[in-house]
């Protein structure tokens, strides 16, 4: 048979024996208080710690939780956490974006590709590639140029801001073979094409460009046109 409960009351507390601590009848509260005045001693009435209390019945010991100080430190402390891990997830996704951004801005940028006919615009300039010939050989007389396999020739127009095709080049081109491979325009062709040496016409109307590419690695061939001042870079599909 279970004893019942200690009547509620002041008894010595089982933390601090220079203390009396207050028993509600089903638990210590946190009320503490000292000794009342008296002979020396421990007073009348008093029961020892975690001995008999009036009625045979045993108190037990207090419960060990945590302080209502360290609760509100721990809620705290968990608040800033919380905000910290959020504040370092908001800045490595802003960084992210500010990347790509500058990459989109500022980096190696792919501006797609387009057909021949089509315009390729990439930083406020517009190529068009209008025609593709593939002769044997360019030019006729002391100028004439035979190709190793065929020549590619590109007839390009260009349009734009002027400070920014005025930096376009036939060096910007370069024709990428089905296998990855890319070929740089030819200089002889050029010059049997009256092409100025290694740059589109002077005109903003763009001029040809001549590649001389093997036969087989023709099919499948595209154009690699760089951007204005290398900000990216995009594509003409010679054939699909």
């Not at 945590?66 to 509100?72: C, E, L």
């Not at 376009?168 to 296998?179: G, Q």
């Not at 062709?189 to 589109?200: H, M, T, V, Y």
């Amino acid at each position: 048979m279970t004893d019942p409960p200690p009547e509620p009351g002041w008894y010595p507390d089982p933390e601090d024996p220079q203390l009396t601590r207050y028993w509600d009848g089903g638990g210590w509260t946190d009320r503490r208080q000292p000794y009342p005045a008296g002979p020396i001693g421990r007073p009348t009435g008093m029961q020892p710690m975690f001995g008999p209390a009036p009625g045979g019945a045993t108190l037990p010991p207090p419960k060990r939780g945590m302080s209502t100080g360290a609760k509100v430190i721990l809620w705290i402390f968990g608040v800033f956490a919380v905000i910290a891990v959020l504040a370092i997830g908001g800045c490595v996704a802003c960084g992210a974006l500010f990347i790509d951004a500058v990459d989109n801005e500022l980096g190696d940028r792919d501006f797609g590709e387009v057909d021949v006919g089509e315009t390729l615009e990439m930083r406020d300039v517009r190529y068009t590639v209008t025609q593709v010939d593939t002769p044997r050989r360019i030019g006729s007389g002391a100028t004439e140029q035979r190709a190793s396999g065929r020549f590619v020739v590109l007839t390009v127009t260009v349009r734009g801001g002027r400070s920014l095709v005025s930096d376009v080049s036939a060096s910007d081109f370069r024709l990428e073979t089905k296998d990855g491979r890319r070929i740089r325009y030819d200089s002889r062709a050029q010059s049997a094409l009256g092409a100025p040496f290694g740059s589109l016409s002077s005109r903003l109307e763009g001029g040809d460009i001549a590649f001389d590419v093997p036969e087989p690695e023709i099919s499948g061939a595209r154009v690699r046109i760089e951007a204005p001042l290398g900000n990216g870079h995009g594509y003409v599909v010679l054939g699909r």
